[in-house]
């Protein structure tokens, strides 16, 4: 089952927030004093709303507190407490919610996504064999694509080309990892990032991406980019090439990534991409 992950948005060149959870429960940050499950729901409530009233046109939910991360299975209350506060958000929100279990957990991504009404997911490593400051992570997705089939969700899934905070095993052609990651791994867009969190990603690297997508199929894969965008970055990412980007540090409070949402950073980045798509 292909899903046109173009028509879950309304917009030429979709962006995309970021909602980065604070430690949850059973994380070593947790502080059940300061940190308790209504004030993780109100300040993950509080930054939706600033994204959704500063005019994005996506909202990405990601457990980034919780490092350090399981690999690629998720505790059971992790993925518990990310689904309650998932169907708190999509029925907050008008705009597509997407949601990411670090570090890799496709199966409870995709899990949270059909129980919530999330619109997608996030797979880190979905194809190929990733090294991290987690391990070896593998791709999975035999078990991704069956999985969604299975549990009947139609929930897109956006999947990382060289993902951010890793080194790829083998292959290391971006062009080649991402027609892997698409015809073979049946993911309906790409990310194409930096090497880490708020690091600008290569242009060439998008460049490369949307290129051989476009040459081996038609209605290819959108393609986002997925760190580093800026109010001044985000037109040339566009003009790169990229059909979207995903934003979390650049929209927040003094560009600090554990900060809350800046309404005036999202109005600013929103105009900046309208003024480019002109």
């Known amino acids: 089952m292909a899903i046109d992950l173009r ?15 604070p430690p949850l429960p059973g994380a070593p940050g947790y502080d059940s004093v300061t940190d308790d499950r209504d004030a993780i729901r109100t300040g993950m409530l509080e930054d939706a709303q600033r ?13 980034f507190g919780d490092a350090p991360f399981y690999p690629d299975e998720a505790p059971t209350h992790t ?8 169907t708190t958000l999509t029925s ?3 705009v597509p919610v997407g949601i990411n279990v670090l570090r890799n957990d496709a199966e409870a991504a995709l899990s949270i996504a059909a129980a919530a009404g999330a619109d997608f997911v996030r797979v880190n490593v979905h194809v190929g064999t990733a090294a991290t400051d987690q391990g ?3 791709g999975r997705a035999h078990e991704t694509l069956r999985l969604r089939d299975r549990i009947d969700a139609d929930t897109a ?9 890793a080194t790829p095993v083998g292959e290391t052609d971006v062009r080649q990892a991402a027609l892997e990651t698409t015809e073979r791994g049946k993911a309906d867009g790409l990310i194409v990032s930096g090497p880490g969190t708020g690091t600008k990603t290569a242009l060439a690297d998008v460049e490369r991406v949307a290129g051989v997508l476009a040459e081996h199929d038609v209605e290819r894969a959108p393609v986002f980019v997925g760190s580093g965008v800026t109010t ?11 059909d979207g980007v995903i934003v979390g540090t650049a929209l927040k409070e003094g560009g600090e990534t554990t900060n809350r949402v800046s309404s ?3 109005d600013d980045l929103v105009a900046a991409r309208n003024a480019s798509e002109e």
């Open 7 to 21: 028509d879950r948005f309304d917009a030429t060149h979709p962006v995309i927030g970021m909602v980065h959870l």
């Open 51 to 63: 994204l959704e009233a500063g005019g994005v046109d996506g909202i990405m939910l990601e457990n």
């Open 79 to 86: 993925v518990a407490e990310m689904a309650a506060l998932a």
């Open 92 to 94: 907050a929100v008008d």
């Open 136 to 138: 070896v992570l593998e």
């Open 157 to 165: 899934i956006l999947a990382d080309v060289h993902v951010k905070h």
């Open 232 to 242: 001044e970055t985000v037109g040339d990412c566009l003009e790169a090439g990229a």
């Open 264 to 266: 005036e950073r999202v």
